[in-house]
């Protein structure tokens, strides 16, 4: 694969049946469902929203501390952390009628089952106009083996996900084990729309002076700018070997990182941490992009 010029046309991106306004995303887990924002006005420039993860039955998620800061960026161990589907339908969706752009719910699971009764569940609203499917939680049938890791299980998952909705689906890979590209490979076989690389790095901290972790997870997902080389990379390889969309999600910190997502062959940039200091950043980000092109 060849690396392309972004143009103006990347910015107002066509796919997944619909026409975005933005190629940007609110990456799950950092805006919650939208709400908030909706009511602080700070949705301007955003392409689309992909809702924090939603499972079949409520979770609580793990106990505090499940956020650190680090030197270069954040750890995060929230355990997805949602009040289930049941609830997400009757009380959650029907308050994002006035949401301004598309909304892609988050689907994780703890067996392959329990995908297909989320999707089929959501399937009910006429609100979100896809879904997002998270394959980098434990396999807990299968010994806590990351769903990801396993190119047949992301094959059957997508399956699953495509027999029971017409809505397009996006699948989020992991980078932490097994082949990225295998896995990729594997979603587009099973039915996916596009897929989402990727879902956070595996980081842990510690308190050296207490021996103690900064998490009581022990490990959590890594996000930060610093991540950007990598996530490129693997945005690279997966848009060389898939011929559905790529939907790139980590390392942003500013208007050339999404251009350089998107010269790598991603179609979507999902912007994650940076919106916990700075909510409104995404207009800034559009705008910005929209002056480098010019």
Not at 160 to 184: C, H, M, Q, W, Y
Not at 233 to 239: H, L, P
Request: charged share 20%; with cysteine; net charge negative.
């Amino acid at each position: 694969m060849r690396l392309r010029e972004p143009t103006a046309a990347d910015l107002r991106p066509e796919l997944l049946g619909t026409a975005f306004r933005s190629p940007i995303l609110l990456a799950s887990g950092t805006a919650g469902f939208g709400l908030e924002l909706l009511r602080m006005d700070h949705l301007d420039g955003v392409g689309g929203l992909v809702s924090k993860a939603t499972t079949l039955k409520p979770r609580e998620g793990n106990p505090p501390p499940r956020i650190a800061e680090t030197r270069f960026g954040l750890l995060n161990a929230i355990g997805l952390a949602n009040p289930g589907v049941d609830s997400v339908l009757s009380d959650i969706l029907p308050r994002l009628s006035g949401l301004p752009c598309p909304l892609l719910v988050n689907v994780a699971g703890s067996t392959e089952q329990e995908y297909g009764l989320v999707v089929e569940r959501l399937e009910e609203s006429d609100l979100p106009l896809g879904y997002e499917i998270n394959v980098s939680c434990p396999n807990v049938a299968e010994g806590g083996m990351l769903f990801g890791a396993d190119p047949a299980a992301v094959e059957r998952i997508s399956r699953r996900v495509a027999d029971r909705t017409r809505k397009p689906f996006s699948v989020k890979l992991t980078p932490n084990e097994g082949s990225i590209v295998e896995s990729a490979a594997a979603a587009e076989e099973g039915g996916a729309d596009a897929v989402t690389v990727c879902n956070t790095f595996l980081g842990m901290s510690i308190d050296w002076r207490e021996a103690k972790p900064q998490l009581s997870n022990l490990t959590g997902g890594y996000t930060s700018p610093t991540l950007l080389p990598l996530v490129v990379a693997r945005v690279y390889s997966v848009s060389g070997s898939v011929q559905i969309p790529v939907i790139a999600s980590g390392g942003v910190g500013r208007a050339e990182d999404v251009l350089e997502l998107l010269s790598a062959g991603a179609r979507l940039v999902e912007v994650g941490t940076l919106l916990l200091r700075s909510p409104d950043d995404v207009c800034r980000l559009t705008k910005e992009m929209e002056g480098l092109l010019e």
